[in-house]
């Protein structure tokens, strides 16, 4: 059975970095598209990047993150990673690693993501 796990969150202050991972099992993730979502408590589940399958990996990102975050993968290692610098306070969240079930039409959309991981919390103190 497919299985996604986050790690590497943890408690940091603000300005400082984290690198998130997610290794994926039981399926060959390195074939599909790969995002990560964060989610805070009473608040809808928010986008923060994804990257494409293939060698030339395109990459998303939501605004708040640009030029902070980093997405990328080692499909050697069924690995995806989120190299989060500059962090914010408001970067506090859940984060979680998700892949779609096949093609991915709109990587910002949580709907289009079938697999999910059971998260990693991120704390940025002020």
């Known amino acids: 059975q497919a299985q996604l796990v986050e790690s590497g969150g943890g408690l940091v202050q603000a300005g400082g970095s984290l690198r998130l991972s997610c290794a994926a099992s039981?399926?060959?993730?390195?074939?599909?598209?790969m995002g990560w979502f964060r989610q805070t408590q009473g608040k809808e589940r928010e986008f923060v990047a994804a990257i494409s399958w293939s060698g030339r990996s395109s990459t998303y990102y939501t605004d708040s993150v640009k030029g902070r975050f980093t997405i990328s993968r080692d499909n050697a290692k069924n690995t995806v990673y989120l190299q989060m610098n500059s962090l914010k306070p408001e970067d506090t969240a859940v984060y979680y690693c998700?892949?779609?079930?096949?093609?991915?039409?709109?990587?910002?959309?949580?709907?289009?993501?079938?697999?999910w991981g059971q998260g990693t919390q991120v704390t940025v103190s002020s």
């Open positions: 998700a892949a779609p079930l096949g093609s991915l039409y709109d990587p910002f959309s949580e709907f289009e993501y079938h697999y």
């Open positions: 039981g399926r060959t993730f390195s074939n599909y598209a």
